[in-house]
């Protein structure tokens, strides 16, 4: 690997986040948190705090229905007795060494596999679901238990001690659902001692670090900055913090960083910088929580941007769901994140999130409002007037990362990558296609990012991805285990309404072109392939139906896709493949594969009835 090559993707990273980076690694070395914040063992010397008192509810009980506690949204939980927090939630493995400051730490060198399996209960997900049963039954039995999970958790998690606060991020994540839950239990603006001091612990831990958390350019950077605003409201009214000069600086500080994360982060259509729908979820969830408190303890409004980004934001992820299930093609990363579980709606619904940024930001509905999706905006309400006459769906602007062509019975997506934000997964051209409210070309998804080297390999490759792979290799080279060298710069030379064209060329020399045209019952795809030495595989990852071969065809039910190409074609297969929808799920999927052995176009002819 060229060093020239590795220093262009050290520019575009950025030289200021290379800079925060190298400095948080060197303060690690130096031992410098472990000074600058010490382990405390301030709440396991007091093994009965309260946290959540018992106070009048706002909220009656008929308006609302419990939810369940899934860990990544699909693996439950039992919550008849608080868990092994050092435990993955889905084996038997326990963090070993967790006596030492997080600092001194390595995610990946805990013996746990995926860290994000024993991270994932101490992000506070179960709050919701104690919390919702008692404003349900108003049972004392619900309110006892959430305090002493929360004790439970505080002593075998000394401030500052082991894996549980190791990640800023993490940390956050806390920060909000306890400001959440503080807000469902009527005490947002009178919060106990004990969860006071908890918060101010938690956003101590927060602020050194989020420089680094900034240099990430992604989901880190809005959840750490809003965390230090919302957890700095709630604290600003406690009689013991509402004095520290430090409580104002946190709020400034969040309120600055949102802004410029806001600004950075979202492009001009909407999209999000990891170029995942589910990444952008948790993004819009954030900023929709920290609107909902910026309107509860009426703070100033944001700039005029940033409200244009976030509502061009909005128009983009609900351009990508199925309006009657809220499904969401597989684009990007999917680490199972979903910062607000509070509805019986499962994981990957996604209406819940539009419609209550939707009511935040623009004080209107987007769906019914007679529907469970709407538990959370009912629950984290606005305080302006709603029109809760449907908003008509926004018109099609998706033209940066990824592109939509769609008509009234089809909606095709495919990636087309810049070099304005690090890529996750060689999926440059990848196509994913819906024909109605069925996904008949699918994505995959990326099931764990710390698994068996071959599955972990898999989910982020060319070979698991709608587009062309040239000699076996992957697209792009590793620099690291999330780091590609050589990013993609793709081409969109032709685009109207029914009609794509785009292309990239690699720094192997590979060609792709990809043109796709939309009619009312056919699909049209020209791959246009150039620069291979041996051999090129399309491939075509389809979802568990009675597909049958005849030749250059396939079929099932009403759908049927032809194969031709005007190179000699070496072999047409089905072959076994993988889709993980939820994290650390997954499942066996046809996969059509077509092999060329020289250049020139091969045509996809996708039909339906």
């Known amino acids: 690997m060229k060093i020239i090559d590795k220093l262009l993707t050290y520019k575009r990273l950025g030289i ?9 690694r060197f303060a690690i070395k130096l031992g410098y948190f472990q000074k600058k914040l010490p382990i405390d063992n301030q709440f396991k010397n007091k093994p009965s705090a309260i946290f959540f008192s018992e106070q009048p509810l706002r909220i009656t009980n008929k308006n609302i229905t419990s939810v369940k506690l899934k860990a990544f949204g699909w693996l439950h939980v039992d919550t008849s007795q608080a868990p092994n927090w050092l435990k993955a939630v889905n084996n038997e493995n326990v963090v070993k060494n967790n006596a030492m400051h997080w600092s001194q730490l390595n995610d990946f060198d805990l013996a746990v596999g995926d860290i994000k399996t024993v991270w994932e209960l101490s ?23 959430l305090n002493h999970w929360l004790n439970d958790w505080s002593a ?30 009527n005490q947002e603006k009178a919060i106990t001692t004990d969860l006071a001091d908890f918060l101010y612990a938690h956003l101590v831990r927060i602020s050194p670090t989020i ?5 990430q350019d992604n989901n880190h950077g809005t959840s750490e900055a809003a965390a230090l605003y919302i957890g700095s409201l709630l604290l600003e009214k406690n009689a013991k913090y509402q004095k520290k000069s430090v409580i104002q600086q946190w709020i400034k500080t969040g309120e600055y960083w949102l802004e410029n994360r806001v600004d950075k982060l979202i492009d001009n259509d909407g999209v999000f910088s990891q170029h995942s729908v589910n990444y952008h979820r948790l993004m819009l969830d954030t900023l929709s929580l920290v609107e909902f408190f910026r309107q509860q303890f009426n703070q100033s409004t ?20 199925s309006v009657t299930s809220g499904k969401t093609p597989i684009l990007g990363l999917n680490d199972g994140a979903q910062l607000l579980p509070l509805t019986s709606c499962d994981y990957v619904d996604y209406r819940p999130s539009i419609q209550w940024a939707s009511v935040l930001f623009r004080a209107s509905t987007i769906y019914e409002i007679n529907h469970p999706l709407n538990q959370l905006m009912l629950l984290l309400p606005t305080n302006k007037n709603i029109n809760e006459e449907t908003s008509p769906l926004p018109v099609n602007s998706l033209n940066t990362s990824y592109q939509l062509i769609e008509n009234d019975y089809a909606r095709c997506y495919i990636r087309t990558p810049n070099t304005q934000f690090r890529p996750a997964c060689c999926d440059a051209l990848h196509l994913d296609v819906w024909i109605a409210d069925e996904n008949i070309l699918v994505g995959t998804g990326s099931y764990s990012y710390n698994c068996e080297s071959k599955l972990q ?24 285990q999330f780091l590609y060298n050589q990013w993609i710069d793709s081409e969109v030379t032709n685009k109207s309404k029914h009609h794509l064209c785009a292309q990239y060329v690699n720094d192997l020399g590979h060609s792709h072109k990809r043109e796709i045209h939309l ?26 139906k009675d597909w049958q071969q005849s030749g250059n065809k396939i079929s099932s039910g009403r759908f049927t896709i032809d194969i031709s190409a005007d190179t000699p074609i070496k072999k047409i297969t089905i072959v076994e493949g993988y889709q993980s929808r939820y994290y650390l799920k997954r499942n066996k999927i046809p996969v059509l594969e077509i092999t060329l052995a020289q250049a020139g176009k091969v045509y996809t002819l996708l039909s339906w009835s």
């Open 457 to 480: 390999a898999y989910f982020t490759s060319v070979s698991s991805h709608n587009t062309i792979q040239f000699d076996q290799h992957e697209q792009m080279p590793k620099l690291s």
């Open 123 to 145: 992000r506070f997900n179960w709050l919701f679901c104690f919390s919702i049963d008692f404003m349900i039954t108003n049972k004392l039995e619900y309110l006892d238990t």
């Open 302 to 321: 944001f700039s005029a941007l940033y409200y244009q980004k976030i509502d061009k934001a909005i128009d983009w992820l609900h351009s990508t769901i």
């Open 16 to 24: 200021s986040n290379i800079f925060y980076v190298a400095v948080y």
């Open 211 to 215: 420089h680094y958390a900034m240099a």
């Open 519 to 544: 009619t009312k019952n056919n699909l049209h795809i020209t791959d246009s392939i150039d620069g291979l030495k041996d051999k090129a595989t399309l491939r075509w990852h389809l979802p568990n």
């Open 156 to 185: 075998h998690n000394p401030i500052n001690q082991g894996v549980n606060w190791k990640c800023g991020q993490e940390a956050s994540i806390r920060v909000m659902h306890l400001a959440a839950t503080a807000y469902l239990l």
